[in-house]
């Protein structure tokens, strides 16, 4: 089972400062975007923030990547992604 207080306190921990505002984020989610590192295109499925600052979860053809804000191009075309389900 997963520890919901330890879980918080590092949410807490590594959340933005209070009192100043949150960066927004660079692209949406299930936006296609272009990944100069790996140099492939992809869909943003998920943020994150670390102290850097906002990271994302990016699916490309094949496999999801973790980058920073500044190795992506936002391409502005939202599609779903067809990514199949787990199965249990």
Request: glycine content about 8%; proline content about 8%.
């Given at each position: 089972?997963?520890?919901?207080?330890?879980?918080?306190?590092?949410?807490?921990?590594?959340?933005?400062?209070?009192?100043?505002?949150?960066?927004?984020?660079?692209?949406?989610?299930?936006?296609?975007?272009?990944?100069?590192?790996?140099?492939?295109?992809?869909?943003?499925?998920?943020?994150?923030?670390?102290?850097?600052?906002?990271?994302?979860?990016?699916f490309t053809l094949y496999d999801?990547?973790?980058?920073?804000?500044?190795?992506?191009?936002?391409?502005?075309?939202?599609q779903p992604v067809t990514k199949?389900?787990?199965?249990?």
């Amino acid at each position: 089972m997963t520890n919901l207080v330890q879980n918080l306190e590092q949410c807490w921990y590594i959340s933005p400062p209070w009192g100043q505002p949150i960066p927004p984020l660079l692209v949406s989610l299930l936006e296609q975007v272009y990944v100069k590192s790996a140099k492939a295109f992809g869909y943003c499925i998920g943020v994150e923030w670390s102290e850097q600052g906002w990271k994302y979860e990016v699916f490309t053809l094949y496999d999801n990547i973790t980058v920073s804000g500044n190795e992506l191009i936002g391409t502005g075309n939202l599609q779903p992604v067809t990514k199949e389900k787990p199965v249990f």
